[in-house]
């Protein structure tokens, strides 16, 4: 770990950037935002942890805990809600036996997440997969992506 977060700093201090491009290298490089990770970065740039997590969690597109190797995104936008969404959340969860409270799968295979708009409700409900856009879902089509991922 101290050797990735090494090259992230020498990257931050070359192109000076922020601790949003900080932010950033940190989750594409563990795919979220480990606290040691953050605490690293926290003594050597001299600025308080609390600054890093707030801007975490500021913005949507930072993880503060390890996410599943296949991301669905349920749409609970308006269009979406009316159309269903929630069964399919509901049937998602059941079938990944995702803790109740959490949003990852034991095994880390799969994470479910909500947003409240993808900007395609012509397609309602919509279910991102693997940043694949599946619209006009229902609970059996959904049932056949995730076999097709298990």
């Not at 990735?4 to 931050?12: A, C, G, S, T």
């Not at 900007?119 to 059996?140: F, L, Q, R, W």
Request: hydrophobic share 35%; aromatic share 8%.
């Amino acid at each position: 770990m101290e050797a990735k977060l090494q090259r992230i700093l020498e990257n931050y201090q070359q192109t000076e950037g922020n601790i949003i491009s900080i932010l950033q290298d940190i989750e594409e490089t563990f795919g979220y935002l480990p606290e040691e990770a953050i605490n690293w970065f926290s003594k050597r740039l001299d600025i308080p942890p609390a600054k890093f997590f707030g801007v975490a969690t500021f913005y949507a597109q930072f993880h503060l805990k390890p996410r599943g190797k296949n991301i669905i995104t349920a749409c609970c936008g308006t269009a979406c809600h009316v159309k269903g969404s929630e069964r399919l959340i509901n049937s998602l969860i059941k079938e990944l036996k995702i803790p109740a409270g959490e949003d990852t799968s034991e095994d880390r295979e799969f994470t479910v997440e909500r947003v409240n708009c993808v900007g395609a409700c012509s397609i309602a409900p919509v279910v991102i997969i693997n940043k694949e856009v599946h619209g006009k879902m229902t609970p059996d089509k959904l049932m056949k992506e995730i076999k097709k991922l298990k």
